[in-house]
């Protein structure tokens, strides 16, 4: 059985950092796409960063985390983390942790096949 499960959420002041912490279970970790999403209250989730667990190790981020943002992985560990930097009150949301290989893009939610339950991100003004 998959599971992914985030952590390293909370409450930070605009300006803040977090490193948020998705750990992988099940799976191959290598050759799966990790990405991570955010879905703001009222809104539609949206794609954050995703990075390939090939030797490429190609990321992606969204243009409104773009340095700001570094996802990173540690294969030995399963793990993917997302190191936040800069926190802006409209960072704030729930952070969902998904892993794929389905053809196309990695900015899209239709390659990832497990999806974890997310955790809580709330940046004050």
């Known amino acids: 059985q998959v599971q992914l499960v985030e952590s390293g959420g909370g409450l930070v002041q605009a300006g803040g950092s977090l490193r948020l912490s998705c750990a992988a279970s099940g799976l191959t970790f290598s050759g799966n796409t990790m990405g991570w999403f955010h879905q703001a209250p009222g809104k539609v989730r949206e794609f954050v960063a995703a990075?390939?667990?090939?030797?490429?190790?190609?990321?992606y981020y969204a243009d409104s985390v773009k340095g700001r943002f570094t996802i990173s992985t540690e294969n030995a560990k399963n793990t993917v983390y997302l190191q936040m930097s800069s926190l802006k009150p409209e960072d704030t949301a729930v952070y969902y942790c998904?892993?794929?290989?389905?053809?196309?893009?990695?900015?899209?939610?239709?390659?990832?096949?497990?999806w974890g339950q997310g955790t809580q991100v709330t940046v004050s003004s």
């Open positions: 990075i390939a667990t090939t030797w490429s190790g190609s990321t």
């Open positions: 998904a892993a794929g290989r389905r053809p196309g893009p990695p900015q899209g939610q239709s390659k990832y096949a497990y």
